[in-house]
């Protein structure tokens, strides 16, 4: 559990300093560190994805991972995670988040199936008012 938690606090830390440098308008840095944060918090969380009774931790870590690999474009890789999640006893709360996350990856490509192109910051917008 030890490494989990360093690896973790690595990524956050990492994803601080990326929001940190997207604020300070150094989107090259931000992304840069935004993609470490992503592959530390991924190996957080393969360490931790079969113990099932370790929740909320488990879940969280899947939901943490994801949300950084959809700021990585890294869309099958957070869909993966996502399922992962899910398929242990995550808090209702956590599945909300989850499914929430689901959709920002899938919403997109459903629009543009039907002819409306629409990016990133708008269907953020639109799920975050919980349409």
Known sequence: MNQIKELHN????????AFLAKLQGNLEQSNQLTRQAFEKETQAAALIANQIDA??????LHRSAASLAIECEEFQTAERLIVTALSGNPPQEIVAELKDLFIQI?????LQRRG???DNDKIGNLISRQI
């Not at 899938?106 to 459903?110: A, D, E, K, M």
């Open 116 to 118: 409306i192109e629409m």
């Open 55 to 60: 929740e909320p931790t488990r879940s969280v």
């Open 106 to 110: 899938n919403l997109r490509p459903y």
């Open 10 to 17: 690595q990524a956050m830390d990492l994803a601080e300093a």
